[in-house]
């Protein structure tokens, strides 16, 4: 077994292959035993479980999972690292590492490779990629039980937020509309190595049937897309360049779905952009 959880440790490592941490590809290795088992903990994992994992790294997180799954496949983009990961990880059977960028994996290979069955996901997700990452896997259509997430404080908070906060916006309606969210634990920069200059949070998203009945997820999303593109403008605006719809057209449109003309998109529910969506679908504007 090699040792990645503490500064010294993933820094001899890292210079053993030849490496240096990528901030290009937000490599932030955690380097602290207690969050690591923490994550692996909140993401419910039992022995019946798959895991899948995007961003190894050093297999800090993936040692942890790997004692309390059936199995964990591991997507890392950084060769380098694959490399150093058939170092760290040798005495780990359950774990297969696969070397690919996840936003072009084919899906349909790793769910062939996490076993074909319903499966969870947990990850210390890189931040440039963080919302893509997300929102591919919640529209995948794959049996995800349940993803845990550590994701800078901002995007978490985006995630969970409710109508009328400042975060609240499209990701949280795309979040909400798959799964329940529920925020964790708050970990200082302190715990990464290098730190980053921002604090982050750990956030387990449970996936279940959605929560509203839409008649085109396509139109749902197209939605809520254009009513928060402009926050400071009125929905009736927001719709009307997002949609591209005359501005009385836009306005009749809220009135179908039994809003007020001039409400905000940021003061509406999840039920409210669905019986705005189902207005649209039907044309009944
Ligand atoms: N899991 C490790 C940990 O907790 O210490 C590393 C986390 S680090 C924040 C993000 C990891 O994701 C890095 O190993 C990075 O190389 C990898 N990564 C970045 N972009 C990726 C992509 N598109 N597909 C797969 N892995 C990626």
Redesign the pocket.
Known sequence: MTDVLNFSAARELLEEFGLSP?KR??????CDPGVVARIAEAAGITREDAVL??????G???RELSKRAKKVVA????SG?VEALGKTLADCPNISVLH????KADLGELYEALGGGAFRVA?????Y?TTPVILRLLESGLPVRSMSF?VQKEVAERMAAKPSSKSYGALSLAVQYYTDASIVLRVPPSCFYPAPSVDSIVIRLDVRPPKVQVASEEDFFRITRAAFAMRRKTLANGLSAGLGLPRAQAEALILAAGLPANVRGEALSIEQFAALANAYTQGAF
């Open positions: 990528n590809l937000g490599q932030n290795f955690l994992e995007i961003g190894p790294g050093l800090a997180l993936t997507v890392e983009i950084d690292l690919a960028d996840f936003l990850a210390n997700l890189p931040y990629i550590l």
